[in-house]
């Protein structure tokens, strides 16, 4: 079953234009959202982050929506460029449940075209 | 540069092979994590440490057994794996376990391949 989903494997962008990588989950105990960026043969690396209680985020280039009532969040980079070509995961987290198991989603690769 | 120190970078290993992953990190962070990422899956979960106790086990096969020796270091001893354990496997930290502001940090991952 997964909670955490990312319906788009792949994305491709042109330089300069904004890029939308879309993410949705279906458990509506989860209080933290974030995003993570992966290069080929790197880990993980954090990118943004969101709070249940907020509905943005911004930091830079990058800003994470949330829509509660839709369990939807969105990560826009505005301006892509080409460095930000990349696998994006969308990760979930109820810090209020037993776990505090982060459950990231399948991931999208953003290509970002000079 | 990422801050979390993973060796070695790649391994293979035959079946009946004893060898150990190493995860090491200096950022005084006092929760560390194993994942496990099969090809065009996202991580997944395998064991958490808390100030060096293991406080999570997602029902990993006792093949793989975790040790964390001190606040810095993690190990995942492995033994007897199967080739479907082929995996990159990726170790985690942050400062605890369970709070916002406290994201995960990932090393590079060990690409494993068991044959």
């Known amino acids: 079953d997964q909670q955490v989903k990312q319906n788009s494997p792949s994305l491709s962008v042109q330089e300069g234009r904004i890029s939308i990588l879309n993410c949705d989950y279906t458990n509506s105990m989860f209080d933290y959202f974030l995003w993570y960026k992966k290069y080929p043969a790197e880990g993980p690396t954090f990118l943004i982050s969101i709070s249940s209680i907020k509905d943005k985020n911004e930091d830079g280039r990058f800003t994470v929506f949330l829509n509660k009532s839709a369990k939807h969040l969105s990560l826009h980079i505005v301006p892509s460029q080409p460095g930000d070509s990349a696998v994006y995961f969308c990760a979930a987290v109820n810090y209020g449940g037993a776990t505090n198991k982060l459950i990231f989603g399948t991931g999208t690769l953003l290509a970002v075209q000079p | 540069d990422t801050e979390v120190t993973q060796t070695p970078k790649h391994l293979v290993m035959g079946m009946t092979n004893k060898k150990s992953l190493k995860c090491e990190q200096h950022?005084?962070?006092?929760?560390m994590y194993w994942y496990k990422q099969k090809a065009k899956k996202p991580p997944e979960l395998m064991f958490v440490y808390s100030y060096e106790k293991l406080s999570i086990n997602e029902s990993v096969p006792s093949r793989f057994s975790p040790e964390c020796p001190n606040s810095s270091l993690l190990n995942l001893h492995l033994h007897a794996l199967q080739p479907e354990d082929s995996a990159l496997y990726l170790c985690?930290?942050?400062?605890?376990?369970?709070?916002?502001?406290?994201?995960?940090?990932f090393g590079n991952g060990t690409r494993l391949t068991v044959t």
């Open positions: 950022m005084g962070h006092r929760a």
């Open positions: 985690a930290s942050s400062q605890d376990q369970g709070t916002n502001n406290s994201p995960l940090h």
